[in-house]
């Protein structure tokens, strides 16, 4: 592992070292248990074809107010990131995919209504895990829905695989060690 040991060995008093079993989280090690409702009871299948996502992230907005000569800042409204998701688009992802963004949206019936407890926004659950395969930490995305479904660029110059990358828009996650 690259880096160093802060404090390391002290002969002469306690040390601030960290212990050989509290190793840090790695990021290969995650698992999507749940995304929205298409794929409740079949996460399983998803582990051979997610390849990367970013983890929720929120920023908190400043409101400014003029006092004087000094500009005060409070915190006024959180903004959550969109998570992405990058799938290998093999030969029933897509179709799973586009199943789930069709609860959002068809050309037929435009942009769906929801209603709680039967809409399109869902629960998404991504859980890190540790190097004994246990997990550690979960992402609990509540009232999620897919935003964007993008393909990846088709090239008759390129031998890479194919990705399909899925943008999801939520209300707000919760966080926690498990």
Do not use: C
């Amino acid at each position: 592992m690259p880096g160093f040991n802060i404090g390391g060995t002290n002969p002469l008093g306690p040390s601030n070292a960290p212990t050989i079993t509290n190793e840090p989280l790695r990021a290969h090690r995650w698992i999507i248990q749940k995304l929205g409702n298409t794929f409740v009871g079949d996460a399983t299948k998803l582990l051979f074809v997610a390849q990367s996502f970013t983890p929720p992230n929120r920023t908190i907005e400043p409101r400014e107010i003029q006092g004087g000569q000094l500009v005060y800042k409070f915190a006024e409204k959180v903004n959550w990131d969109d998570v992405v998701v990058s799938f290998y688009d093999v030969r029933d992802m897509l179709p799973k995919l586009e199943e789930w963004h069709d609860t959002v949206y068809t050309n037929e019936d435009g942009i769906k209504v929801h209603s709680s407890g039967g809409g399109y926004k869902q629960e998404s659950i991504f859980t890190l895990l540790s190097g004994q395969g246990i997990p550690v930490r979960e992402h609990k995305l509540h009232g999620s829905w897919p935003k964007r479904i993008e393909h990846a660029e088709m090239s008759y110059t390129s031998s890479e695989l194919k990705l399909v990358t899925v943008t999801i828009a939520y209300d707000w996650s919760e966080d926690s060690a498990l």
